[in-house]
């Protein structure tokens, strides 16, 4: 973790972020004493809604279960 002093973050930012984008994580500091931390932005997973599909997706009347044999090996099984 690199620290870097809020006059070198003025100078040097766009290199900084460069860093950022290259996993580093750098903490700026006032002082000598930390006041924020750069991290790269990583978007968070949108938020799985129970029922979302339901009444939209429709299961075939012929749709087959699927062989013993597949199934044991879907679930890492021997059978």
Not at 22 to 38: D, F, M, W
Not at 39 to 68: C, N
Request: hydrophobic share 35%; aromatic share 6%; net charge negative.
């Amino acid at each position: 973790m690199k620290h870097v002093n809020i006059h070198e973050t003025k100078t040097h930012l766009s290199h900084l972020l460069e860093e950022v984008m290259h996993g580093e994580e750098i903490v700026i500091c006032k002082a000598g004493h930390p006041i924020a931390r750069l991290i790269a932005y990583h978007s968070s997973p949108k938020e799985r809604m129970p029922g979302y599909w339901q009444g939209k997706v429709k299961i075939s009347t012929d749709f087959d279960e699927l062989p013993s044999s597949l199934l044991a090996a879907f679930k890492g099984e021997s059978e």
